[in-house]
């Protein structure tokens, strides 16, 4: 039987990968940033995962504002990386697991979560900046990947409540794959940030380390606020944060915080990076 192993947040701002890119990962501005992954690079190389999901949002490189699904899953046994204009030098591709996928679809749709189910598939900044910051660049992954697109960009948005009951039934769906195999959920995006207008640089570090807390110990707080609340509160881009509570509902009720992180601002963004695993593990 498939089981989660555990759960990891992380920003996906596209400067990230120029960073990387540019091997400016040690420089002073970005040097604390990219040490928050320490423990989750050992854990990971200790685990030794066969696949993760990542949760993230498109922009705009498979749908456009015109046609946005609310939810979408990776159905393909490769995902090709494109730059959306960033500038940002493409990756290697990505190993998927096609069967996987048909079956974690479908048990989704039983579970009353119209997914809309996709046999080709390219991935932006949002997919492959988690993956590269999470496990280095690579010509090969060592893990397979599936990406699970989450609308956060063209209103109306999913709810938070919505996110937190899609990572229930995406547990529910993994946990019944019948092959042996160990997963990560990894919810991207976030935390609080503006690109635009009058409130653009927008950072509520209070906001963000309660949000940090709620995932980890009282996912229902932040659950139960409203789209325009977390707005309010985190800025038009802060929604993203809503996609780390698909990977908290996947996890069971408790668990234990391995590793958290919060650094604001990098590219004008607060961002946070946590680990963590079931209680009854």
């Not at 990971?44 to 979408?72: M, Q, R, S």
């Not at 590269?132 to 989450?150: M, N, Q, S, T, Y």
């Not at 110990?217 to 802060?238: H, K, L």
Request: net charge negative.
């Amino acid at each position: 039987m498939a089981k989660i192993i555990g759960g990891v947040t992380t920003s996906h701002i596209p400067a990230v990968g120029n960073a990387i890119s540019d091997g400016l990962t040690q420089d002073p501005y970005w040097k604390r940033f990219f040490d928050g992954y320490g423990p989750v690079h050992d854990w990971l190389a200790e685990k030794k995962p066969d696949l993760i999901i990542v949760v993230y949002n498109d922009h705009g490189l498979n749908f456009f504002l015109d046609k946005v699904p609310t939810f979408a899953i990776g159905c393909a046994d490769k995902y090709d990386n494109a730059d959306e204009g960033w500038g940002l030098k493409p990756t290697a591709p990505f190993d998927g697991d096609a069967e996987f996928s048909w079956h974690v679809a479908e048990s989704l749709i039983n579970q009353e979560f119209d997914m809309c189910t996709c046999q080709e598939m390219l991935v932006d900044h949002g997919f492959v900046n988690p993956m590269r910051v999470l496990f280095g660049d690579h010509e090969i992954w060592p893990v397979k990947a599936i990406p699970l697109a989450v609308n956060t960009v063209q209103h109306p948005l999913p709810s938070a409540q919505r996110c937190y009951k899609l990572g229930q039934a995406l547990k529910t769906a993994i946990e019944s794959y019948p092959q042996d195999m160990n997963v990560v959920i990894a919810g991207t995006g976030g935390l609080s940030h503006q690109l635009q207008g009058e409130r653009a640089g927008i950072i509520n570090v209070d906001y963000d380390l309660a949000c940090i807390e709620s995932i980890i110990n009282d996912p229902d707080w932040f659950a139960n606020q409203s789209t325009q609340e977390i707005i309010e509160q985190a800025g038009t881009e802060g929604i993203e944060t809503i996609m780390w509570l698909v990977m908290r509902g996947a996890l069971g009720e408790k668990v234990n915080c391995l590793h958290k992180h919060y650094h604001a601002p990098i590219s004008n963004t607060g961002a946070g990076v946590l680990l963590l695993e079931n209680a009854d593990l």
